[in-house]
Structure formats: structure tokens, C-alpha cells
């Protein structure tokens, strides 16, 4: 594994809350030294609106819609390798058995494998899917579209 170092810039989110979302990408923090044929590791940080969960991504039943954090293909990265949080059990009132969720602020990790013949600075297209819920009351699922700048010349956004 190759250790990754924190570097002094972070790629700040398009897909801000808006007054009816429950979930806002509070940050994308890009870790290691972006360079072609390397990796670095983008942190997603979720923010969630009080006493709102979302689905962990494995959720209790396999009819609950599960947290997802998707990459566009984008040219110059290989390959990204997304890791989850553990689900934090929660009782609702009504369900025999308790959710797999996330509550409060929470990250999402990404592996990202540039490509050899990467052209920095790049940015990659991401969305969160998620459904937020109150108790049992629950939201229709929801995509949140942000961006990824990786490189430190890359817009922030």
C-alpha cells in the first residue's frame, strides 16, 4: 500500500444541499500526490440534517434502497475502488429488526488508480444515491451530483 499524504487543497462539492435534501456533500478532500500511473484516495464528507438516516450501503432488508457513491468513467483514471462505513444498527418503531444506517456526518472513501498517460489536472463526475428517512417516514431516493478535481491545479468546485 502506498501512503498517502494530505495535500493542502480539497474539491468542494456542486451538489450543495437545497432546502429539501436531507444529505449535503460537506467535502471532497483528495489525499495522496496526484501524479500519472499513481493513486490517491478522495474522501467524501456527508453531511446529514438532524434526526434524518440514510441506508447504510448494506442495508438490514434487501428492499431498502442502499447508499451508493458512483464514478463516471473519466479518462486518465483506471480504476476506483470505493469503501463504506459500517452501518450503525437503529430500532424504528413498526420493524421487527433493526436498520443498517447512517446518521449524522459520515465518509465515503475512493481509491483512485490514475493511469499512466494521465492528464492532470482531471475531474471526475460522481453522484451520491441515497434515501433519507425520519423513523420509518422515508423520502423517495435521491442523486446528488458532484464533482472530484484531482490534481493541484484542478477547479475547485
Not at 17 to 35: F, L, N, R, T, W
Not at 57 to 73: D, G, I, Q, R
Request: glycine share 6%; proline share 9%; net charge positive.
Amino acid at each position: 500500500m502506498v501512503t498517502l499524504l494530505a495535500l493542502p487543497f480539497a474539491a468542494l462539492a456542486q451538489g450543495q444541499k437545497k432546502p429539501a435534501e436531507a444529505a449535503s456533500i460537506a467535502q471532497v478532500e483528495v489525499q495522496g500526490a496526484a501524479k500519472p500511473g499513481g493513486n490517491v484516495v478522495a474522501v467524501v464528507h456527508v453531511k446529514l440534517e438532524k434526526d434524518w438516516h440514510v441506508q447504510s450501503n448494506k442495508p438490514s432488508e434487501p428492499n431498502f434502497f442502499p447508499t451508493v457513491l458512483k464514478l463516471a468513467p473519466t479518462a486518465g483514471v483506471k480504476s476506483a475502488t470505493v469503501k463504506y462505513p459500517e452501518g450503525k444498527p437503529e430500532k424504528v418503531q413498526g420493524l421487527a429488526k433493526p436498520l443498517s444506517v447512517y446518521d449524522g456526518d459520515f465518509q465515503i472513501s475512493a481509491l483512485l488508480t490514475l493511469d499512466a498517460k494521465a492528464k492532470l489536472p482531471l475531474t471526475i463526475p460522481a453522484t451520491l444515491s441515497y434515501q433519507a428517512c425520519q423513523g420509518a417516514t422515508c423520502r423517495p431516493p435521491r442523486n446528488l451530483k458532484f464533482d472530484i478535481a484531482v490534481g493541484s491545479e484542478a477547479k475547485q468546485k
